[in-house]
């Protein structure tokens, strides 16, 4: 069951449009938000003119599909409310597709804005057929006004307004935002390949149909997909779901690929995928398979578990503003923390949708969603299982093995090891690829409390 969150809202005056001196302008009234003053009651994060409008359309319409597609039971219905972020030099646009496989970003950098300041702050906005079919009519001489606040969008031509009204957000994108950062953390730039190459690979992409996963090596600037894994090669799983990256093939410069080391036999990873336009960057990150949404990938579960890391979080963020980049280095010297006690708290944080990671920049960057820390992890069932073995007395150390009794059943833990071991079914099924299992995380916080 997909929850959301309600949220109510007010304004000091409806929304309108009137002229001004060069152009008509659309004056979005807001309501409540958080800037780097605290909580305000009527802030503006953008207002001004895009560089590339064509380009900038075509980016927001890609997120949008994303938000408006289930890849995996493409028969149910999906959502759409995409995510917007001002961070003072870029605005950052942000969806998950409704089975939460795939997350799109499209970055607009500061030289694909024309004039205006850019804000601070984060909303989500429901983006809806006629706001897409403006867009889609969008040329690339038409000038193109765009103002974001922190509950609404408003995209306008010269010809006239659309105002797009806020949407809660689904749960599962709440975790998904926290599996994504950390497990993007771990990519490393893969491959760079010219525009043409680019295109001519992703247009032979298989798009219909339940098209094999495959891997992508690189050979010189050119892509060769293979069935297999290799050093060096970045996995591919369902190759339709690029399919929204068209969209933008024909404004392109470069196309990146991430992921992260992997080795003959290794098992099905997620990778991004990022297409480089004037002033802006598109990316696509793919879940490991169709039918794993990053909601389930349990990349949070380890930096959740310790005991230290609430404290961290909360000091951390008093500490974070806004950051396009955030430098962990910099927070440790701050805080008086080891750079691995940062990132554990910046994970705990985008558990609250406060942080994100850019593969791009190798950087976290700060945001803020409508949800409180912590609220994620009431909705992890292995987190959850794992704090009441514990309190339980369900464990007992006996040197290099720990034994952990869950109901009738006794389940055999080897906690030296650098990724725990365990004897239940899920160990067994998934080896550690979706993260640790409710027995492996009630061992790691039993040695986390003998070792205070």
């Known amino acids: 069951m997909v929850t959301q969150t309600a949220q109510a809202f007010s304004y000091l005056r409806p929304s309108e449009v009137y002229s001004g001196r060069e152009s008509k302008v659309v004056g979005l009234e807001t309501s409540g938000g958080r800037t780097p003053k605290g909580a305000e009651a009527n802030p503006g994060f953008f207002s001004g003119f895009l560089a590339e409008p064509r380009v900038a359309a075509s980016g927001l319409l890609a997120v949008a599909d994303v938000a408006a597609t289930r890849y995996y039971q493409p028969t149910l219905k999906s959502s759409l409310d995409p995510v917007v972020t001002g961070n003072g030099d870029r605005l950052r646009f942000e969806s998950f597709s409704g089975c939460c496989g795939v997350y799109a970003r499209l970055d607009i950098l500061g030289e694909g804005l024309d004039g205006g300041e850019i804000g601070e702050g984060t909303t989500n906005v429901d983006v809806n057929t006629p706001l897409r079919i403006a867009l889609s009519r969008i040329q690339a001489n038409d000038p193109l006004y765009l103002r974001v606040g922190p509950d609404e969008l408003a995209v306008t031509t010269l010809d006239g307004p659309l105002v797009e009204k806020k949407v809660p957000l689904p749960q599962r994108w709440l975790r998904g935002f926290a599996e994504t950062q950390v497990i993007a953390s771990a990519f490393d730039l893969r491959a760079e390949v010219p525009a043409g190459d680019a295109a001519r690979f992703l247009r032979s992409l298989p798009t219909r149909g339940r098209a094999p996963d495959l891997w992508v090596l690189p050979?010189?600037?050119?892509?060769?997909?293979?069935?297999?894994?290799?050093?060096?090669?970045?996995?591919?799983?369902?190759?339709?779901?690029?399919?929204?990256?068209?969209?933008?093939?024909?404004?392109?410069?470069?196309?990146?690929?991430?992921?992260?080391?992997?080795?003959?036999?290794?098992?099905?990873?997620?990778?991004?995928?990022?297409?480089?336009?004037?002033?802006?960057?598109?990316?696509?990150?793919?879940?490991?398979?169709?039918?794993?949404?990053?909601?389930?990938?349990?990349?949070?579960?380890?930096?959740?578990?310790?005991?230290?890391?609430?404290?961290?979080?909360?000091?951390?963020?008093?500490?974070?503003?806004?950051?396009?980049?955030?430098?962990?280095?910099?927070?440790?010297?701050?805080?008086?923390?080891?750079?691995?006690?940062?990132?554990?708290?910046?994970?705990?944080?985008?558990?609250?949708?406060?942080?994100?990671?850019?593969?791009?920049?190798?950087a976290y960057f700060h945001r803020e969603l409508p949800y409180r820390v912590g609220q994620a992890e009431l909705h992890n069932p292995r987190l959850r299982d794992a704090r009441e073995l514990v309190r339980a007395g369900a464990v007992t150390m006996v040197g290099e093995t720990a034994s952990v009794r869950s109901g009738d059943d006794v389940y055999l833990v080897d906690h030296h090891r650098a990724v725990m071991g365990c004897t239940c079914q899920w160990w067994v099924r998934h080896r550690g690829g979706r993260g640790p299992c409710k027995h492996a995380l009630a061992v790691r916080m039993t040695t986390q409390g003998e070792n205070r």
């Open 219 to 362: 050979i010189g600037q050119t892509l060769r997909t293979t069935t297999g894994p290799a050093p060096g090669a970045v996995c591919l799983p369902g190759p339709g779901r690029l399919a929204t990256l068209n969209r933008v093939l024909r404004h392109a410069r470069t196309l990146r690929l991430y992921g992260p080391a992997v080795a003959a036999g290794s098992p099905p990873v997620a990778s991004a995928w990022e297409v480089t336009l004037t002033g802006m960057r598109l990316t696509l990150m793919l879940s490991p398979q169709v039918s794993r949404g990053f909601s389930g990938e349990g990349a949070v579960l380890e930096a959740l578990a310790a005991d230290e890391v609430q404290a961290d979080a909360e000091l951390i963020s008093v500490l974070l503003a806004w950051e396009p980049r955030i430098d962990v280095g910099d927070l440790a010297q701050q805080a008086g923390l080891t750079t691995h006690r940062v990132r554990s708290a910046l994970t705990r944080l985008a558990t609250a949708g406060r942080v994100g990671y850019d593969a791009a920049e190798a």
